[in-house]
């Protein structure tokens, strides 16, 4: 089946500029996480959505840093007035289910990624 | 705040070799889950195998099984019979269960090449 899927691939973003990432989830999974992965280093949380309900945003860098999912499936990353040091590769990832059905270890199946480069 | 350290940048094995990836973790958590994931060259990252805490039986998967040492809060990933397929970066990491909705925290990772 699908798998999680993200786009685009590759962002390149002037200084200042605001860029948009997407994610879509595995079909029917309720939990989103956002991550970020700079430069020789593991990824970072940011973001949890458990449906359309953003329970988590502890990890988000600043206030320059949006997420939503509105209708509980597709999520998008949203940064605006990017800045170099935003430059990362930013993962999604989705698994079955929330923390209340008990899904809180389940596996989280990763996207391929968004690699923003900011000039 | 808990932390995952892994002090190997970078390991290699040869191929049908036998090779042991160390993590480290520092937590005040009774309760957790220990992962280790797969980044592959350009491609996603994957889970290899996880470990629940209060188990004390390592958890095993195939050729991939884990050494876990609570008290010294240390996780080791052991590939038996490497493959070139497993060549790839290896993360360690940690989630704890009181008060959290499941997100992970990854060590920097473990680049492991396998040589013909």
């Known amino acids: 089946g699908a798998g999680v899927s993200q786009s685009p691939r590759y962002k390149v973003a002037k200084r200042g500029q605001d860029v948009a990432l997407r994610c879509d989830p595995i079909?029917?999974?309720?939990?989103l996480f956002w991550y970020q992965q700079a430069l020789g280093q593991g990824p970072e949380f940011l973001t949890y959505?458990?449906?359309?309900?953003?329970?988590?945003k502890s990890g988000l860098p600043s206030d320059r840093f949006f997420a939503e999912r509105p209708e509980g499936s597709v999520s998008t990353l949203k940064i605006q007035r990017t800045q170099q040091e935003d430059s990362a590769v930013y993962l999604c990832?989705?698994?079955?289910?929330?923390?209340?059905?008990?899904?809180?270890?389940?596996?989280?199946?990763f996207g391929p990624g968004t690699r923003l480069l900011v000039l | 705040a808990q932390t995952v350290t892994q002090s190997q940048p970078e390991m290699s094995v040869q191929e049908a070799e036998t090779v042991t990836l160390s993590c480290t973790y520092d937590?005040?958590?009774?309760?957790?889950?220990l992962f280790w994931y797969k980044q592959p060259p350009s491609r996603q990252m994957i889970l290899v195998i996880r470990?629940?805490?209060?188990?004390?039986q390592n958890a095993t998967e195939n050729r991939f099984s884990v050494n876990f040492q609570k008290a010294a809060k240390s996780f080791s990933l052991k590939i038996s019979d490497s493959q070139l397929g497993d060549t790839a970066m290896y993360f360690c990491?940690?989630?704890?269960?009181?008060?959290?909705?499941?997100?992970?925290?990854f060590g920097k990772g473990t680049k492991l090449s396998v040589k013909p």
């Open positions: 990832a989705s698994s079955p289910r929330g923390r209340e059905a008990g899904g809180i270890q389940e596996t989280q199946y």
């Open positions: 079909s029917g999974h309720v939990s």
């Open positions: 959505f458990q449906n359309e309900a953003q329970l988590d």
């Open positions: 937590t005040s958590e009774n309760n957790y889950y």
């Open positions: 470990q629940e805490a209060y188990k004390q």
């Open positions: 990491a940690f989630m704890k269960l009181r008060g959290s909705q499941g997100n992970l925290i």
